[in-house]
């Protein structure tokens, strides 16, 4: 088992920036595929960024990409998410989530584990 634990949320203006944190424990990470999920109210989850198990491959939605940057730390078992100039769009839970598989098969990620999501509201 793994549990994974999300902080660094919060409210930020637009144009601003935030870190967000994924830390494991039970097990490591090092073995999965990490990724950062958000869902606003009234829309579906949509996948963020994801990141291979060795940092080496990585993936954005085309809303964030040169914006939002992941990352990982397998020595501490942590993945990161640094947000930039972050817009009012960008408002919602976001969740981390531990998989095995591509990134872009459901599976990979509905099969894995997951944290219980930290809240981003981005004011205009």
């Known amino acids: 088992q793994v549990q994974l634990v999300e902080s660094g949320g919060g409210l930020v203006q637009a144009g601003g920036s935030l870190r967000l944190s994924c830390a494991a424990s039970g097990r490591t990470l090092s073995t999965y595929a990490m990724g950062w999920f958000r869902q606003a109210p009234g829309k579906e989850r949509e996948l963020v960024a994801a990141?291979?198990?060795?940092?080496?491959?990585?993936h954005y939605a085309d809303s964030v990409k040169g914006r939002f940057t992941i990352s990982r730390d397998n020595a501490r078992n942590t993945v990161r998410l640094q947000m930039n100039s972050l817009e009012p769009e960008d408002t919602a839970v976001y969740s981390c989530a531990a998989g095995s598989g591509p990134f872009l098969n459901g599976r990979t990620w509905s099969e894995g584990y997951w944290g219980q999501g930290t809240q981003v509201t981005v004011s205009s």
């Open positions: 990141i291979n198990w060795s940092g080496g491959s990585t």
